[in-house]
């Protein structure tokens, strides 16, 4: 109802567009063809300006008269077109990139201005020549772990790709591949992120005031868009590294009509074991590696219809062999997406975007010893379907509205064995299926030169359905009764509205205050008792027994530019309040087939802090300072005797500083430092002597703090000089990742040595550090 | 699943450039709390090791151990008929060093009773007034090994090595919990690294597994020598356990896996004992068997 009533509000600004006329098209980069997201458009003279969706369209309306539309992208040459505006007009910009020393490279908005000008809060678009300058473990570019230089983000650990967000936990970041969800962004426990940086075109980062076209998390929204394909000509583009090589090949099909790319990336750490271990050894057979592949087709059928088919595969493997025990082990993991887009402009105002997803997390586990064989699998699996609308009723306003329907497949732990001739079939945890949908309206609305607000309203349900069947058990998990439903029928049903308001209110030419309310629902959930995110943690959806995760989050912020928008500062802060989080239950171990949610524990979360960002965008030299004060907070009535406890991503203070300098048109140097206080973590600090053996107890949740995580990172990239004619360019990037071999903490023990009896037992805490100074080179090469 | 985290943890850091250095944490100093180490073995009598916790030390020495155990504590068993009030023993492990335990009091035998099948014991402990109670049960012998046999240890150029395989029964039903032990000679009876496991596998089956032998966590010993020997006699002990004690070993085991695993997070053992003493109750239906290993 409520619903209803929003819509009739939002859609009256339809009816008073008369006498004025729509310019509308697509911009794009004028060498490949690749569109362009977030470029702005704005009217010389006027107040007006709008920014190009995901898929590079815009539409601006204007009363009847001459304008000059000016066209704006970081890193491209600006583009003026004069335009007599006495009938609707399709006008596309191709837009140049600068290719000078003085090339820009922004880490903000890529509008100049708008991260002051806009109602969004907590929106940062990172351009993929920022993420390839800074600094990177072993050379391989992680999107990731820039992303974790931000404010208000923070690793999840050392040489994490992870991220939390403003207090939240893993899974509450929705991280999507071109509209693909990913469940898994992590190869080697998330030391390096899934996302080849060759593929990428764009990537979106939104930790608060979340849009309502987005949802079913609570935290943030990375958005990540893949490389369409060069439609001008062939090109290849690689690199060399340390642990990984890449290659991609773009091209048209059909030119200026049909292109495509392909991606790949493959690690070494396998090849490079098979040398030191011997065939006669008992590991000969072990190793590990990784590799991804991104494809990409996009088809204009015409000036109204385009259609694109994208896709993922990437897979972690890991052989162990020991001979001597007879034991084979082999372990797959990986996620696979593929995402169908057709995009129509039904007029110059209404833009739609049809949208089918599938996407699946797998993990395998396949175990050998003599004649004793068992295997794992668990995973999860999507298939989406998505319909979003961009209207431009008129200057002022831009609507957007749609929505979502997801089929979820969740297969938890289900293990199968034999041995001989001997089956073992056990009573593994049930396959879960559910239905998730939802539906959304948003309008962008300039009300007059000061007000601006972003206002929008989601609905949001899911929906547990059969076939699945509800046990009765005694303690031992022998069954007593059931409940049988069939397939489609619903076990439990949840829904809520979801309202998201942002508002900007100008203080002046460079200066406004924005503020932001926003509610998310959260209804599938990791739960990781690990210290870590790991790749056998299960993605597990609300049922009659998990209830959905919520939140409410508020937020402040002043955003102040100087010097012609050339240093962009913002002061944001905030509180977040979190329902339904979920733990394991005290004495969880992750050793049986019984349902892993008779094993949670329920309880709330809530985070506050304040986030300091200047970001120099412009000039030979430009980066950033993030500074975040912050403080989360659990309280679970099943753990930690009731009691409140800082959560494990619980950082006092964060910071992050990023320089980079175009030294000369050949050397462009990096570097970047972050500090963050210690990791909030649980000692031992009772023992006790149990049948002869020390035995540890715990202190309570978190009661302690490692010592405080700080790193220097520097870069060199060295682009020789690029002759004219030649079709092949290549650059070298030298690394170094922590420069002055700090030992960061990346977990402590208490070791304990010697025997109680003869006064020798011994305990000592240990802090264990894995990354000390590491170099690296990669070699990067282009061939157009 | 604790299994695939190790070796990815093992992995993890062969890859990856680990180092190791000592580091001073304050930890704080927390009350001592009573520790309860309480069974009873069918045909055995009950067997109760009272001590105290302790605050952190570097070095833990005899003297520290000696004082922890405490004395003139009023334990009681019951079988549900008879309550029996048991009474302090010591004996001499190693030269110098004495363990005290609690069992069934010679002067007053009319009470005492030695653990039999299908029955449920309750322990009550009053220590510094305050009363700690817990129960326990001795499942029926459900599973046994059937059949024990050895082969020589595949793929190792040290023909001395052998193992030891056991053909076991796992009854129709969940709930078929056990702890194994193996003692090899004249050695003491030394549990498994992982000595517990449940029945969700093997329900109902008929199974053959490779017995790895028992260890003295004190003095671990490498993979490399997780093998019997030509010459040994090899004993396999299978201990039928209740779900509460079966729950106390696993988390117990598994809280000695977490120390110095990353992707374990520290784990809280489950006891039985009430009012927060620490440890466990624990009723064991055994059977064993041997073989000579020529």
Redesign the interface.
């Known amino acids: 109802m409520r619903f209803a009533a929003l819509t009739l509000f939002l859609f009256p600004v339809l009816l008073f567009s008369q006498s004025r006329y729509t310019v509308s098209g697509y911009i794009k980069d004028s060498l490949n063809g690749e569109t362009l997201i977030s470029a702005t458009i704005s009217v010389q003279g006027m107040q007006k300006n709008i920014a190009s969706n995901q898929f590079g369209f815009y539409s601006i309306t204007l009363a009847q008269g001459n304008y000059k539309l000016i066209c704006s992208y970081t890193g491209y040459q600006q583009k003026e077109v004069e335009v007599a505006l006495n009938v609707d007009k399709q006008l596309n910009f191709e837009m140049p990139p600068k290719i000078t020393v003085t090339q820009e490279v922004v880490i903000s908005a890529k509008v100049k201005d708008a991260n002051v000008r806009n109602a969004q809060m907590g929106k940062i678009d990172l351009s993929m020549e920022q993420i390839k300058a800074v600094p990177a473990l072993l050379g391989e570019v992680d999107i990731l772990k820039t992303i974790q230089l931000l404010p208000g983000v923070r690793n999840a650990g050392e040489?994490s790709s992870g991220i939390y967000v403003r207090g939240g936990g893993p899974d509450q970041n929705l991280i999507m591949l071109d509209d693909a969800v990913v469940y898994n962004t992590g190869h080697?426990?998330g030391?390096f992120s899934i996302f080849n940086s060759d593929a990428i075109k764009n990537v979106s980062l939104i930790k608060g005031g979340m849009p309502a076209q987005y949802g079913g998390r609570l935290s943030s929204v990375l958005d990540i868009t893949m490389k369409e394909g060069n439609d001008k000509k062939m090109q290849v583009d690689g690199g060399l590294g340390l642990i990984a090589s890449r290659i991609s090949i773009q091209g048209p099909i059909k030119k200026n009509k049909v292109s495509f790319i392909v991606s790949a990336r493959r690690t070494y750490?396998d090849g490079l074991t098979k040398l030191f271990v011997k065939k006669s050894s008992?590991f000969y057979g072990s190793g590990?590696y990784f590799y991804d592949l991104n494809a990409k087709v996009n088809y204009k059928i015409s000036s109204k219809d385009r259609i694109y088919l994208s896709g993922y595969f990437g897979r972690d493997v890991?052989d162990?062999v020991n001979?001597?025990?007879?034991l084979r082990?082999n372990?797959p993991w990986g996620n696979s997406t593929a995402t169908f887009r057709w995009n129509h402009v039904f007029n110059k105002k209404l833009f739609g975007n049809t949208t089918l997803v599938y996407n699946d997390y797998k993990f395998n586990?396949g175990a050998a010893?003599?004649d004793?064989e068992?295997k794992?699998f668990s995973g999860i699996k999507d298939f989406s379907a998505k319909q979003d609308f961009d209207l431009y009723p008129f200057t002022g306003h831009k609507i957007r509205f749609g929505a979502q329907y997801t089929f979820h497949t969740f297969t938890p732990?289900v293990?199968t064995?034999k041995?001989g001739d001997?089956e073992?079939n056990?009573?593994n945890a049930q396959v879960k299926h559910a239905n998730e949908y939802a539906a959304y309206i948003q309008d962008d609305w300039t009300i007059g030169d000061k007000i601006k607000m972003n206002a929008g309203l989601r609905w949001s349900g899911f929906q547990q359905v059969g076939p699945y069947t509800l046990y009765t058990k005694?303690?031992?998990?022998?069954k007593l009764d059931s409940t049988v439903y069939g397939k489609g029928r619903t076990l439990k049903f949840y829904n809520g509205l979801e309202p998201r308001f942002t508002i900007r209110y100008a203080l002046g030419e460079n200066t406004s205050l924005k503020g932001s309310i926003s509610q998310n629902n959260q209804y599938i959930h990791l739960v990781s008792?690990?210290?870590?995110t790991?790749?056998?943690d299960l993605w597990v959806p609300s049922t009659y027994k998990v209830k959905p995760q919520q939140s409410w989050l508020y937020a402040l912020g002043l955003f102040k530019n100087y010097k012609e928008n050339m240093y962009e500062t913002s002061v944001e802060v905030y509180y977040k309040t979190m329902k339904n989080q979920i733990e394991y239950k005290?004495?969880?171990?992750?050793?049986?087939?019984?349902e892993t949610e008779d094993y949670f524990t329920f309880g709330k979360g809530w985070s506050y802090g304040a986030e300091f960002f200047v970001n120099k965008s412009r000039g030979r030299l430009t980066g950033w300072i993030g500074y975040s004060l912050s403080w989360t907070w659990r309280k679970f009535d099943g753990l930690n005797f009731g009691d409140t406890y800082p959560a494990k991503y619980d950082r006092r203070n964060d910071l992050s500083v990023v320089v980079m300098h175009q030294l000369s048109n050949k050397w462009k140097l990096a570097a970047t430092f972050v500090y963050g206080s210690g990791n909030a973590a649980?000692?031992?600090?009772?023992?006790?002597?149990?049948?002869?053996?020390?035995?540890?107890?715990?202190?309570r949740i978190n009661?302690?703090r490692l010592?405080a995580y700080h790193r220097l990172d520097l870069s060199a990239i060295l682009t020789p000089k690029h002759k004219p004619n030649k079709k092949f360019t290549s650059e070298w990037v030298f690394s170094i990742y922590n420069a002055y071999s700090r030992?960061n903490?990346?977990?402590?023990?208490?070791?304990?040595t010697?025997?109680?009896?003869?006064?020798t037992?011994?305990?000592?805490?240990?802090?264990?550090?894995?990354?000390?100074i590491?170099p690296a080179v990669t070699w990067n090469f282009k061939f157009l | 699943?604790?299994?695939?985290?190790s070796?990815?943890y093992v992995?993890?850091?062969i890859?990856?450039?680990?180092?190791?250095?000592?580091?001073?944490?304050d930890?704080?100093s927390?009350p001592?709390?009573l520790?309860v180490?309480a069974s009873i073995e069918n045909s055995g009598p009950p067997i109760v090791f009272l001590?105290?916790?302790?605050?952190?030390?570097?070095?833990?020495?005899?003297g520290l151990?000696d004082s922890?155990f405490v004395h003139n504590v009023d334990v009681f068993v019951s079988n549900g008929t008879l309550t029996h009030k048991l009474r302090e023993y010591s004996i001499d492990?190693?030269p110098g060093?004495k363990v005290y335990f609690y069992s069934i009091d010679t002067a007053n035998l009319g009470t005492a009773f030695l653990g039999s099948f299908n029955t449920t014991y309750n322990l009550r402990i009053v220590y510094n007034s305050i009363e700690y109670t817990s129960n326990t049960t001795i499942p029926s012998l459900a599973k046994k090994p059937d059949s024990l046999w050895w082969k020589p240890?595949?793929?190792?150029p040290d023909t001395n090595k052998v193992v030891v395989w056991v053909k076991s029964h796992d009854p129709v039903?969940?709930?078929n919990y056990v702890r194994y032990y193996t003692r090899r000679n004249s050695e003491p009876y030394l549990p498994g690294e992982h000595s517990v496991f449940?029945d969700?596998?093997?329900?109902g089956?008929?199974?053959?597994?490779?017995i790895i032998p028992g260890i003295d966590?004190?003095?671990k010993l490498s993979?490399?020598d997780?093998f019997f020997y030509h010459g040994d006699t090899v004993t396999l002990k299978l201990s039928n356990i209740d779900?509460s004690t079966y729950?106390f070993w696993?988390?117990?085991e598994?809280?000695?896996e977490s120390?110095?695993?990353?992707?374990?997070?520290?784990?809280?053992?489950?006891g039985n004992i009430s009012n927060g003493a620490?440890?466990a109750f624990c009723g064991y239906a055994s059977s064993a068997k041997t073989i000579i290993i020529p």
Not at chain 1, 745 to 752: E, H, I, K, L, N
């Open positions: 040489g080697l426990f030391f750490v008992q590990y890991f162990f001979g001597r025990q007879s082990v372990i586990f010893q003599n004793f068992i794992l732990s293990l064995g041995q001997t073992f056990p009573q005694d303690p031992n998990g022998n008792n690990a210290g870590t790991l790749p056998t005290e004495g969880y171990v992750p050793n049986t087939l019984e649980t000692l031992p600090e009772r023992f006790y002597i149990y049948q002869g053996v020390l035995t540890q107890e715990y202190s009661e302690y010592p030992k903490p990346y977990f402590v023990y208490f070791d304990q010697g025997s109680p009896y003869d006064g037992l011994k305990v000592q805490a240990k802090q264990v550090s894995i990354f000390p590491i | 699943m604790q299994k695939i985290r070796l990815l992995l993890t850091m890859i990856l450039f680990s180092c190791e250095k000592k580091i001073d944490f930890l704080k927390v001592e709390v520790v180490d001590s105290k916790s302790f605050s952190y030390f570097a070095q833990i020495s005899p151990l922890s492990t190693i060093y240890a595949p793929m190792n039903g969940l709930g449940d969700q596998v093997i329900d089956t008929s199974y053959e597994l490779q966590r004190n003095n993979d490399e997780n779900r729950n696993n988390t117990m598994f809280n000695y120390v110095g695993n990353p992707f374990a997070s520290p784990n809280k053992v489950i620490l440890g």
